[in-house]
Structure formats: structure tokens, C-alpha cells
């Protein structure tokens, strides 16, 4: 499945495009006013859960990250509308802008150090980070993840104990 084959509701719609206002005034010209730091994302962020990762080849993520990301939400009875996902390489952020913007109570790094949003702590992979009220998870890049091999498959399930742990999944 393509994004292009993917049926978005209004509220997604409405949360992707919320800092946009679009006006027609009298001369029917189309003014357009953006709120200037804000960042694209993907979802409705209805459970404040922040998804970085990094796609160069994206808007957001490529095909086969959003469906591996779809599935993975899924499993942790989730789906995007719950969650904001950014493309880190297309809008880099840092954690006060993340926090302004999105109020996460959980953050999931998908190939993104901790440092490179200026978080003034470090921590590992695979280990949840409490800071500042807000829930950290390191992992590898979603590319690393969603590889049918040996490695891909231990790397799979290291994140799933730990997002069974961070969305409390028996």
C-alpha cells in the first residue's frame, strides 16, 4: 500500500493541517498564514505520543516505515491517529520546540541520539528514560528494525519488551 492509497479522517486531516488557515478575502485572493516553527507531522496525536525518526527519502517516513510503523501500532493497540510522527531530517527540532509544540508523554527516537534534539541527558537503546515528565525510548533507525534477518529479528523484540513496558501491554 502506497500513501497515496491511505484514507485519512478529518481529524487526522484537520491535525495535519492545523497550522495552516487558509482565507479568501474580497479580491478572491488566497492569503495563506503558517505559524512559523511548526513542524510537519504525521497523525492526530491524540495520545501525545511523539514519533522522530529520520527518512531522507520522505515527507515523513517512506512507504515500508509506515507500514511497519502502522503495524507496530497495531500490536500496541494503537493506530496513527493516537500518535505525531516528524521526520526529523526534513524538520530537525529541538526538545523545548518539541515540547511546546506536541506536549508528548512519550517520546520514541527511531535513530535520533538523544544530543541531536538537545536533550541534556544521554541514555541507551532499549532502556525507558524518565525525564521532565516525559517517557524516552532510544532505538535504531526504522530501516535497522523492519530487516528479515536474524539481527532485525532481536532488535524487533528488545523494542516490543520495551514498548510493552511504555504503553503498559500484557
Given at each position: 500500500m502506497g500513501l497515496n492509497e491511505i484514507?485519512?479522517?478529518?481529524?487526522?486531516?484537520?491535525?495535519?493541517?492545523k497550522n495552516s488557515l487558509v482565507t479568501l478575502n474580497e479580491e478572491k485572493k488566497v492569503v495563506e498564514t503558517k505559524s512559523e516553527a511548526a513542524p510537519k507531522y504525521l497523525g492526530g496525536n491524540k495520545k501525545n505520543i511523539l514519533i522522530l525518526a529520520k527518512s531522507d527519502d520522505a515527507v515523513f517516513v517512506n512507504d515500508k516505515q509506515l507500514s511497519f510503523l502502522t503495524k507496530l501500532l497495531e500490536a500496541c493497540k494503537m493506530n496513527i491517529g493516537d500518535v505525531a510522527i516528524?521526520?526529523?531530517?526534513?524538520?530537525?527540532?529541538?526538545?523545548?520546540?518539541?515540547?511546546?509544540?506536541?506536549?508528548?508523554?512519550s517520546i520514541i527516537l527511531f535513530g535520533i541520539s538523544p544530543s541531536s534534539i538537545k536533550l541534556p541527558i544521554d541514555f541507551p537503546t532499549f532502556?525507558?528514560?524518565e525525564y521532565d515528565s516525559c517517557t524516552y525510548l532510544c532505538a535504531p533507525t526504522l530501516y535497522e528494525l523492519d530487516v528479515d534477518?536474524?539481527?532485525g529479528k532481536v532488535l524487533k523484540s528488545k523494542l516490543w519488551v520495551c514498548l510493552k513496558k511504555l504503553f503498559e501491554i500484557n
Open positions: 484514507e485519512l479522517s478529518s481529524i487526522v486531516l484537520s491535525g495535519l493541517y516528524v521526520n526529523h531530517a526534513n524538520n530537525p527540532m529541538n526538545i523545548s520546540e518539541i515540547k511546546k509544540q506536541f506536549s508528548p508523554k532502556k525507558l528514560q534477518s536474524n539481527d
